[in-house]
C-alpha cells in the first residue's frame, strides 16, 4: 500500500499532489488547480488550468471573469477520475453552494482535503459526506472549545423576534456575499418570513445565481438610494456597509452581523454590532472532533484558523496530527 502521506505535500504555493502535479486551492497561480469553493481566498484567478464544480467554475466567472483561467473543466461530484498516477473525487463540503471535499487516492491509500466545510443543515447547499480515508485534512477556522454555535434557525429567530419588537427600525444584517448572505435569507424564509428583503449592491449577482440554481430566496430588491427600503424592512449588506454611511439614510439602522464570530462578545462590540447573529458556514469544535472521528483517519493535518488546540486534541486522542501553517487562507466565509 502507497504511504498516503505521500499523496500531497506542501509547498509555497499550496498543497501539492506529485503524482498528479497538481494543487488544491493554490495561493499562487500554478499550471493546474482543482479548486474545493467560490470564497476569494482559496478560488483564485489567473491558474492555467482549473477543475472544480459546476457551481464553482460558474461562481469565479461571475467574481473574476469569464476568463480567470487557461481552462476550466467540471468535476461533478462522486465521480472518480484518474489524473496522472492518482484518482480524484469530489465530495459535498457543505460550506458554501458548489463546495466540495477532494478525495485523492493510490492503491487503497485515501487522502481528503476538506476546503471549508460545516455539518449543520443550509438550505442553499448540498450537507458535508463523511469521506472515510487515512489522512483528513481539515480546516480549523472555529477550533478552539469555546466555539460551540447554537442552531442557526434559533438565530433567525431572534432576528425576526427583534424586527417585531422594533418594526420602526431597519434590520441591516451584515452577511458576507457568498453563501451566508443566501443563507440567511433562505433561512428567514423557511422561518415565514414573506414580505420583500433589499439587498446591497454587492449581494445583487449572487443572490441571482442561486435563485437561477433553483433556490428560492423570495421576493427581493436592491436596497437603492431612490427607492429606500420602508421602515422596518430587512436589509442584506456586506459587513463592511453596515456602519458605513451607506446604512445611515435607512430609517433608525439596527446593525446586525452574522457570522461564527459573534459568539465573542467584545468583536460584537468592537464592530458596534446591535444583533449579533451567530450564523457559522464553518463547521465549530464539537463538530470538528465529530467529523474527525467519523473518517477514521489514522492522521490529521490542520490547514488554518486555530491549529494547534486541535492538533493537540488529536494528539491526547491517539490521532496523529500536524498543523501545516498555509498562508494566505483568510475568514472571507464568515
Known amino acids: 500500500m502507497v504511504d498516503p502521506r505521500s499523496l500531497l505535500r506542501l509547498r509555497p504555493e499550496g498543497l501539492w499532489c506529485p503524482e498528479g502535479d497538481f494543487y488544491i486551492d493554490p495561493v499562487r497561480p500554478v499550471e ?60 459535498p463540503a457543505g460550506h458554501v453552494l458548489g463546495s466540495a471535499q477532494i478525495a485523492i487516492e493510490k492503491n487503497g491509500a485515501r487522502v481528503v482535503a476538506s476546503g471549508d466545510y460545516k455539518r449543520e443543515r443550509d438550505p442553499t447547499c ?62 428567514a424564509r423557511e422561518a415565514g418570513y414573506t414580505d420583500t428583503i433589499y439587498l446591497h449592491g454587492a449581494l445583487i449577482r449572487l443572490c441571482d445565481y442561486y435563485t437561477e440554481q433553483g433556490i428560492d430566496l423570495g421576493p427581493l430588491e436592491p436596497a ?6 420602508p421602515a422596518g424592512a430587512l436589509v442584506i449588506a456586506p459587513p463592511s456597509a453596515v456602519d458605513d454611511r451607506w446604512s445611515r439614510r435607512f430609517a433608525d439602522p439596527l446593525a446586525s452581523f452574522a457570522s461564527g464570530w459573534m459568539r465573542i462578545r467584545q468583536r460584537a462590540k468592537q464592530r458596534g454590532v446591535e444583533l449579533p447573529l451567530i450564523i457559522s458556514d464553518h463547521a465549530d469544535w464539537d463538530d470538528l472532533l465529530l467529523t474527525i472521528r467519523e473518517t477514521g483517519a489514522e492522521e490529521v493535518w490542520v490547514t488554518h484558523g486555530r491549529e494547534e488546540a486541535l492538533v493537540r486534541w488529536c494528539e491526547i486522542n491517539g490521532i496523529t496530527a500536524k498543523p501545516l501553517h498555509l498562508a494566505g487562507y483568510e475568514d472571507e466565509a464568515e
Not at 481566498?41 to 469569464?66: K, N, Q
Not at 480546516?139 to 442552531?151: D, K, R
Open 224 to 229: 437603492t438610494s431612490n427607492s429606500a427600503p
Open 32 to 91: 493546474r488547480a482543482l479548486i474545493t469553493h467560490g470564497h476569494s481566498d482559496h478560488a483564485r484567478s489567473g491558474h492555467g488550468a482549473v477543475l472544480a464544480t459546476r457551481e464553482t467554475l460558474d461562481i469565479m466567472a461571475i467574481r473574476y471573469g469569464e476568463n480567470f483561467a487557461g481552462t476550466t473543466e467540471e468535476a461533478p461530484l462522486g465521480k472518480t477520475q484518474a489524473i496522472g498516477g492518482v484518482r480524484v473525487t469530489f465530495h
Open 126 to 187: 448540498l450537507p458535508f459526506e463523511v469521506i472515510p480515508c487515512d489522512v483528513f485534512i481539515t480546516e480549523a477556522t472555529f477550533g478552539l472549545p469555546v466555539f460551540n454555535h447554537p442552531a442557526a434557525s434559533t438565530e433567525i429567530h431572534r432576528l425576526l423576534d427583534s424586527m417585531r419588537q422594533f418594526p420602526e427600525r431597519t434590520h441591516i444584517v451584515g452577511a458576507y456575499a457568498l453563501g451566508k448572505a443566501q443563507r440567511v435569507i433562505a433561512l
